[in-house]
Structures are given as C-alpha cells and as structure tokens.
C-alpha cells in the first residue's frame, strides 16, 4: 500500500514557478513509477509527467516538455514536479500517482493522491 499526499500548490501569475510535492508512505515506494496528472474545471484528468521507479527516465506531456522538470528522491519518499514559465491555461488540481512496474501515460495507476490546486493568473 502508498498513500500519496500533494502539496506544494497556490496562486502565481503568469511566468512563475511552482514546485509540487508528492510524500508517500509506505515501503515500497521506490519500486513504483510515478506521474502527475492535472484536471481542469470541466476537462478530463490529463498525463502531465512520469518517472520511473529509479528516476533515469522521465516523460513529459508536449504542454510542459521543456518548462517542467519531474524528480523524486526515494530515500525522502517524495517526488516533485517543478513548473517555470506557468499560463493561465496550467490551472488545475495536480495529481501525483504511482504504479507497479513501468509508467504509463494513462490513468492506469493503483495509487492517487488528493491532489493539489495550482492557480494562475493572468
């Protein structure tokens, strides 16, 4: 079992930068992937960003390659999700997600946290 706690979220205008953290309980935290998801009012849950289990590799949606960085420390349990040169169009409540073996860009993941909102405004 991971429990997995969001935190890291608020207000930034636009062209700031936000770092999101993901602290997970449980032993076997560093055997699972993990990704981000965010949903916006009225969309669907989307990919946002993964990493594998020993964080060599790491997978990013095209609307973050390049502004977002995903990493995690496994001795802390935690990973993190570092946004630069946020929009408006970013606003949404971030999940973090694990899953046995390797990532996946859908919502296949065992393991949600509650999420965290991340607001920015124009």
């Known amino acids: 079992q991971v429990q997995l706690v969001e935190s890291g979220g608020g207000l930034v205008q636009a062209g700031g930068s936000l770092r999101l953290s993901c602290a997970a309980s449980g032993r076997t935290f560093s055997t699972y992937a993990v990704a981000w998801f965010r949903q916006a009012p009225g969309k669907e849950r989307e990919f946002v960003a993964a990493i594998t289990w020993g964080g060599g590799s790491t997978y990013y949606a095209d609307f973050v390659k390049g502004r977002s960085t995903i990493s995690r420390d496994n001795g802390k349990k935690t990973a993190y999700l570092e946004m630069n040169s946020l929009k408006p169009e970013d606003t949404a409540v971030y999940y973090c997600?694990?899953?046995?073996?390797?990532?996946?860009?859908?919502?296949?993941?065992?393991?949600w946290g509650q999420g965290t909102q991340v607001t920015v405004s124009s």
């Open positions: 997600a694990a899953r046995s073996g390797t990532y996946s860009l859908k919502l296949d993941y065992n393991y």
